[in-house]
């Protein structure tokens, strides 16, 4: 039966690094339940990749807590062993030693994660058969394209299942087909109870994939779910469009309109308190003898949101 | 820890197979060691040439000394010769890991940096311990097999050679397997922790083996320089030789403990 309130696997309040005088997070909380995606966003240098090796154990925090699956993330090494036995990480450049196989990569780190001799191979053969890599097991990483190497990382991060998955973008050139595979494993995990970071700049993806958003510019600049992110506050476009597209003869816009787009017969109006204006206008467009068949206040997009934000 | 410190030794002596510009090292050191045995001991008898020994006083000095220990052991002039020339051939052995350390130790942990492979050794639950003492066994012992390996074989060619030649069997002492089976492991530990200091602090995998080459090499042979000699007549300074290099390698292994500092690695790039 499913639990359905989970204790967080990541619990943080306050998270804060700096590297010399450079602060590279601040004020950073968070709360991930088991099977729950976070999107995390922002610019290069925003400090993505410094909480997300803040919470797999890899970097201590100068200030605030975590517990992450359940241990207390420390300032020492050995004390975040354990946290980093519970966490996956598939880190922006895969990172491979290219004179090795495939296989013998993933047995090293198979070896490294404690995973029983006895089960290595089995565990390893099964996760190169999920990542259409089999054929290519023996050859040396050195030879492999960018996005099988990307598969190689993912199969890497999950050898020793971990119940906390890091994904520092992932879909970096990745093709179309082998970025539907991760989005579908993405899926399938979540099934399965694991937590997810992803960290990325393709925003498509984080509204495709994942439950919570947060936007960092070194601290937090919005958390919440990317759906109430897009339409948070209302927006002030206007989307017109009727038969022919074109102005009727002796119409003309109020002044308070600006016209952002037209295309064909669709026309993209700023507007100024647009739940006033919109009758109004369609109104005198009517009047004028325009058979609109559309008429919307349009919501601004997570990207335009985004965009915002980090502006 | 020690199941984490094999898995990096085991990938570690994998990509030094797997890497070709190694091999010369491993193959040429090794065959010009087996090799100085024979030629040293086979032209031994030059020790023993008078003409030499008036023209120059470093040979009488060492003409002595060979009729010293030709009479102090009940040898033949021409055995305790060869003997003393395979004493020297031991002071290659014992700078043969020097060697072969520097050039693969420089490379331990700048290269991990340069590949960027080390934050995903880094993300497993392996302590610091492991990663540090699994690499340095990986420089250190390919290097001390091959030493020993060449030293055995080349004393074996030699004892063959000066017999068919001479009709006299020799055999190596004491001194020749101290250097070889004692003193080579062992300033190949202090090679091995100097170069992975060095490639921890440097970014770049050539500048961090020049600095080996330049630096430490000529500082360790300087001191081999000194104390070499004594070595070679004196058992006590060899003991003490010994004791000082173990001490220098469990201090050099505190250092390099405390430069490598994983947050520093990974910030840096970070």
């Given at each position: 039966m499913v639990d359905p309130c989970p204790r967080p696997l990541i619990e943080a309040r306050g998270l804060c690094r700096r590297f010399g005088d450079r602060v590279?997070?601040?004020d950073f909380d968070l709360s991930l339940a088991p099977g729950s995606v976070l999107g995390l966003l922002g610019p290069?240098?925003?400090g993505k990749t410094t909480a997300m090796r803040i919470l797999a154990g890899l970097l201590a925090a100068d200030a605030g807590t975590a517990l992450v699956a359940g241990h207390e993330l420390r300032a020492s090494e050995a004390g975040n062993a354990a946290i980093r036995a519970s966490c996956g990480l598939v880190p922006e450049?895969?990172?491979?030693?290219?004179?090795?196989?495939a296989i013998d990569n993933l047995r090293f780190y198979a070896g490294l994660q404690g995973i029983d001799r006895a089960e290595i191979d089995p565990r390893v053969r099964e996760l190169l058969a999920r990542f259409g890599l089999t054929a290519r097991?023996?050859?040396?990483?050195?030879?492999?394209s960018k996005g099988m190497q990307q598969r190689l990382s993912l199969a890497r991060a999950l050898l020793h299942r971990p119940s906390i998955l890091f994904l520092d973008?992932?879909?970096?050139?990745?093709d179309p087909v082998a970025t539907a595979d991760l989005h579908a494993l993405i899926g399938e995990l979540r099934q399965q109870g694991c937590a997810m970071i992803l960290s990325t700049h393709v925003l498509e993806e984080v509204e495709a994939l994942a439950d919570q958003v947060l936007v960092l510019?070194?601290?937090?600049l919005y958390a919440g779910s990317p759906q109430a992110m897009g339409s948070a506050e209302p927006g002030n476009r206007v989307e017109l469009a009727w038969d022919g597209g074109e102005l009727p003869d002796g119409f003309a816009w109020p002044l308070t309109v600006t016209v952002k787009q037209h295309k064909g017969e669709v026309w993209q109006l700023q507007v100024e308190s647009p739940r006033q204006a919109l009758p109004q206008l369609l109104q005198a467009l009517l009047s004028a003898g325009a058979r609109v068949y559309r008429a919307e206040i349009q919501a601004p997009s997570l990207r335009e949101r985004y965009l915002e934000l980090i502006r | 820890m020690r199941s984490s410190m094999v898995w990096i030794m085991w990938r570690e002596l994998k990509d030094q197979a797997q890497n070709r510009m190694l091999w010369p090292v491993y193959l040429l050191l090794p065959l010009v060691g087996m090799a100085a045995p024979v030629l040293l001991s086979i032209s031994s008898?030059?020790?023993?040439?008078p003409k030499l020994a008036a023209v120059d006083p470093a040979s009488a000095a060492i003409m002595q000394s060979v009729k010293q220990m030709a009479l102090a052991y009940g040898w033949e002039l021409e055995r305790a010769a060869a003997t003393f020339m395979l004493r020297v051939a031991g002071g290659y052995f014992m700078l043969m890991p020097l060697a072969i350390v520097a050039v693969v130790g420089g490379y331990a942990i700048v290269g991990e940096k340069q590949q960027r492979s080390l934050e995903p050794v880094l993300a497993t639950p392996i302590s610091t311990d492991a990663l540090l003492l699994g690499k340095f066994l990986a420089v250190l012992l390919p290097a001390v097999c091959a030493t020993v390996l060449a030293s055995v074989l080349g004393a074996a060619a030699s004892m063959l050679g000066f017999y068919l030649l001479n009709g006299i069997l020799i055999w190596p002492d004491l001194y020749y397997w101290a250097a070889t089976l004692v003193l080579a492991p062992l300033i190949g530990a202090l090679t091995a922790l100097a170069c992975l200091h060095t490639s921890i602090r440097m970014q770049d995998p050539l500048a961090a083996i020049q600095i080996t080459a330049l630096i430490l090499i000529p500082a360790l042979l300087l001191l081999l320089g000194v104390f070499g000699p004594t070595m070679l007549i004196n058992l006590g300074v060899l003991g003490l030789v010994v004791l000082v290099l173990l001490i220098l390698s469990l201090c050099a292994y505190a250092y390099v403990r405390r430069s490598f500092n994983r947050e520093e690695i990974l910030g840096r790039r970070g």
């Amino acid at each position: 039966m499913v639990d359905p309130c989970p204790r967080p696997l990541i619990e943080a309040r306050g998270l804060c690094r700096r590297f010399g005088d450079r602060v590279a997070l601040q004020d950073f909380d968070l709360s991930l339940a088991p099977g729950s995606v976070l999107g995390l966003l922002g610019p290069n240098g925003a400090g993505k990749t410094t909480a997300m090796r803040i919470l797999a154990g890899l970097l201590a925090a100068d200030a605030g807590t975590a517990l992450v699956a359940g241990h207390e993330l420390r300032a020492s090494e050995a004390g975040n062993a354990a946290i980093r036995a519970s966490c996956g990480l598939v880190p922006e450049q895969p990172g491979f030693y290219e004179r090795l196989s495939a296989i013998d990569n993933l047995r090293f780190y198979a070896g490294l994660q404690g995973i029983d001799r006895a089960e290595i191979d089995p565990r390893v053969r099964e996760l190169l058969a999920r990542f259409g890599l089999t054929a290519r097991a023996e050859d040396r990483v050195g030879t492999y394209s960018k996005g099988m190497q990307q598969r190689l990382s993912l199969a890497r991060a999950l050898l020793h299942r971990p119940s906390i998955l890091f994904l520092d973008e992932p879909t970096a050139g990745l093709d179309p087909v082998a970025t539907a595979d991760l989005h579908a494993l993405i899926g399938e995990l979540r099934q399965q109870g694991c937590a997810m970071i992803l960290s990325t700049h393709v925003l498509e993806e984080v509204e495709a994939l994942a439950d919570q958003v947060l936007v960092l510019r070194t601290r937090p600049l919005y958390a919440g779910s990317p759906q109430a992110m897009g339409s948070a506050e209302p927006g002030n476009r206007v989307e017109l469009a009727w038969d022919g597209g074109e102005l009727p003869d002796g119409f003309a816009w109020p002044l308070t309109v600006t016209v952002k787009q037209h295309k064909g017969e669709v026309w993209q109006l700023q507007v100024e308190s647009p739940r006033q204006a919109l009758p109004q206008l369609l109104q005198a467009l009517l009047s004028a003898g325009a058979r609109v068949y559309r008429a919307e206040i349009q919501a601004p997009s997570l990207r335009e949101r985004y965009l915002e934000l980090i502006r | 820890m020690r199941s984490s410190m094999v898995w990096i030794m085991w990938r570690e002596l994998k990509d030094q197979a797997q890497n070709r510009m190694l091999w010369p090292v491993y193959l040429l050191l090794p065959l010009v060691g087996m090799a100085a045995p024979v030629l040293l001991s086979i032209s031994s008898a030059g020790l023993l040439s008078p003409k030499l020994a008036a023209v120059d006083p470093a040979s009488a000095a060492i003409m002595q000394s060979v009729k010293q220990m030709a009479l102090a052991y009940g040898w033949e002039l021409e055995r305790a010769a060869a003997t003393f020339m395979l004493r020297v051939a031991g002071g290659y052995f014992m700078l043969m890991p020097l060697a072969i350390v520097a050039v693969v130790g420089g490379y331990a942990i700048v290269g991990e940096k340069q590949q960027r492979s080390l934050e995903p050794v880094l993300a497993t639950p392996i302590s610091t311990d492991a990663l540090l003492l699994g690499k340095f066994l990986a420089v250190l012992l390919p290097a001390v097999c091959a030493t020993v390996l060449a030293s055995v074989l080349g004393a074996a060619a030699s004892m063959l050679g000066f017999y068919l030649l001479n009709g006299i069997l020799i055999w190596p002492d004491l001194y020749y397997w101290a250097a070889t089976l004692v003193l080579a492991p062992l300033i190949g530990a202090l090679t091995a922790l100097a170069c992975l200091h060095t490639s921890i602090r440097m970014q770049d995998p050539l500048a961090a083996i020049q600095i080996t080459a330049l630096i430490l090499i000529p500082a360790l042979l300087l001191l081999l320089g000194v104390f070499g000699p004594t070595m070679l007549i004196n058992l006590g300074v060899l003991g003490l030789v010994v004791l000082v290099l173990l001490i220098l390698s469990l201090c050099a292994y505190a250092y390099v403990r405390r430069s490598f500092n994983r947050e520093e690695i990974l910030g840096r790039r970070g």
